[in-house]
Nanobody, 121 residues
Framework: QVQVVESGGGLVQPGGSLRLSCAVS????????MGWYRQAPGKQREWAAT???????NYADSVKGRFTISRDNAKTTVYLQMNSLKPEDTAVYYC???????????????WGQGTQVTVSS
Protein backbone atom coordinates (compact mmCIF):
# COMPACT_ATOMS: atom_id res chain seq x y z
CA GLN A 1 0.00 0.00 0.00
CA VAL A 2 1.33 3.40 -0.97
CA GLN A 3 1.53 5.92 1.84
CA VAL A 4 2.31 9.59 1.37
CA VAL A 5 3.59 11.43 4.42
CA GLU A 6 4.05 15.18 4.73
CA SER A 7 5.86 17.12 7.41
CA GLY A 8 7.14 20.61 8.12
CA GLY A 9 4.08 22.78 8.57
CA GLY A 10 3.70 25.34 11.31
CA LEU A 11 3.17 28.96 12.24
CA VAL A 12 5.28 31.63 10.57
CA GLN A 13 5.16 35.40 10.37
CA PRO A 14 4.43 37.19 7.10
CA GLY A 15 7.58 37.38 5.03
CA GLY A 16 8.98 34.26 6.63
CA SER A 17 9.88 30.86 5.20
CA LEU A 18 8.96 27.24 5.72
CA ARG A 19 10.01 24.02 4.05
CA LEU A 20 7.58 21.15 3.66
CA SER A 21 8.72 17.59 3.05
CA CYS A 22 6.93 14.65 1.46
CA ALA A 23 7.97 11.01 1.27
CA VAL A 24 6.27 8.06 -0.40
CA SER A 25 6.62 4.78 1.45
CA UNK A 26 8.74 2.17 -0.22
CA UNK A 27 9.13 4.17 -3.42
CA UNK A 28 11.41 6.65 -5.05
CA UNK A 29 9.50 9.81 -5.76
CA UNK A 30 10.74 9.99 -9.33
CA UNK A 31 8.26 7.19 -10.12
CA UNK A 32 5.51 9.77 -9.71
CA UNK A 33 4.41 13.20 -10.67
CA MET A 34 4.70 14.81 -7.25
CA GLY A 35 2.51 17.74 -6.45
CA TRP A 36 1.67 20.10 -3.66
CA TYR A 37 -1.89 21.30 -3.24
CA ARG A 38 -3.44 23.50 -0.61
CA GLN A 39 -6.86 24.12 0.85
CA ALA A 40 -7.72 27.26 2.76
CA PRO A 41 -10.73 27.38 5.11
CA GLY A 42 -13.96 27.61 3.15
CA LYS A 43 -12.21 27.18 -0.20
CA GLN A 44 -11.63 24.38 -2.65
CA ARG A 45 -8.33 22.58 -2.80
CA GLU A 46 -6.02 24.23 -5.31
CA TRP A 47 -2.85 23.15 -7.04
CA ALA A 48 0.39 24.91 -6.07
CA ALA A 49 3.33 23.12 -7.69
CA THR A 50 4.39 19.90 -9.38
CA UNK A 51 7.59 18.12 -10.32
CA UNK A 52 7.39 15.49 -13.04
CA UNK A 53 9.11 12.13 -13.22
CA UNK A 54 11.87 13.75 -15.27
CA UNK A 55 12.22 16.70 -12.92
CA UNK A 56 10.25 19.33 -14.81
CA UNK A 57 8.65 21.81 -12.42
CA ASN A 58 5.56 23.92 -12.76
CA TYR A 59 3.91 26.45 -10.46
CA ALA A 60 0.61 28.18 -9.94
CA ASP A 61 0.78 31.92 -10.59
CA SER A 62 -0.06 32.60 -6.95
CA VAL A 63 3.18 30.98 -5.74
CA LYS A 64 5.52 31.44 -8.69
CA GLY A 65 8.75 33.15 -7.67
CA ARG A 66 8.17 32.44 -3.98
CA PHE A 67 7.82 28.64 -3.76
CA THR A 68 10.26 26.04 -5.06
CA ILE A 69 9.53 22.33 -5.46
CA SER A 70 12.51 19.97 -5.54
CA ARG A 71 13.69 16.42 -4.94
CA ASP A 72 16.66 15.19 -2.98
CA ASN A 73 19.46 13.40 -4.83
CA ALA A 74 18.35 10.00 -3.56
CA LYS A 75 14.87 10.82 -4.88
CA THR A 76 13.20 9.71 -1.68
CA THR A 77 11.78 13.06 -0.62
CA VAL A 78 10.13 16.00 -2.30
CA TYR A 79 10.31 19.44 -0.78
CA LEU A 80 8.34 22.64 -1.06
CA GLN A 81 10.44 25.61 -0.04
CA MET A 82 8.11 28.50 0.70
CA ASN A 83 9.57 32.00 0.95
CA SER A 84 8.03 35.44 1.35
CA LEU A 85 4.97 33.89 2.89
CA LYS A 86 1.74 35.85 2.99
CA PRO A 87 -1.34 35.46 5.19
CA GLU A 88 -3.22 34.24 2.12
CA ASP A 89 -0.84 31.26 1.96
CA THR A 90 -2.48 29.96 5.12
CA ALA A 91 -3.93 26.54 4.31
CA VAL A 92 -3.59 22.83 4.81
CA TYR A 93 -0.95 21.67 2.36
CA TYR A 94 -1.33 18.24 0.80
CA CYS A 95 1.24 16.18 -1.05
CA UNK A 96 0.06 14.17 -4.04
CA UNK A 97 1.83 11.32 -5.79
CA UNK A 98 0.43 10.46 -9.21
CA UNK A 99 1.53 7.19 -10.73
CA UNK A 100 1.12 7.39 -14.49
CA UNK A 101 3.46 4.74 -15.82
CA UNK A 102 4.91 2.41 -13.20
CA UNK A 103 3.50 -1.10 -12.83
CA UNK A 104 5.09 -1.56 -9.42
CA UNK A 105 2.06 -0.04 -7.71
CA UNK A 106 -1.48 0.62 -8.97
CA UNK A 107 -1.81 3.65 -11.20
CA UNK A 108 -3.60 6.67 -9.81
CA UNK A 109 -3.39 9.39 -7.18
CA UNK A 110 -2.13 8.99 -3.64
CA TRP A 111 -2.61 11.72 -1.05
CA GLY A 112 -1.02 12.56 2.25
CA GLN A 113 -2.93 13.57 5.34
CA GLY A 114 -2.02 17.24 5.04
CA THR A 115 0.05 19.63 7.10
CA GLN A 116 -1.15 22.99 8.40
CA VAL A 117 0.66 26.16 7.40
CA THR A 118 -0.41 29.34 9.16
CA VAL A 119 1.02 32.72 8.22
CA SER A 120 0.17 35.29 10.85
CA SER A 121 1.76 37.97 12.96
Amino acid sequence: QVQVVESGGGLVQPGGSLRLSCAVSGSIVSMYVMGWYRQAPGKQREWAATISESGYTNYADSVKGRFTISRDNAKTTVYLQMNSLKPEDTAVYYCNARNRYSVVVPKGDYWGQGTQVTVSS
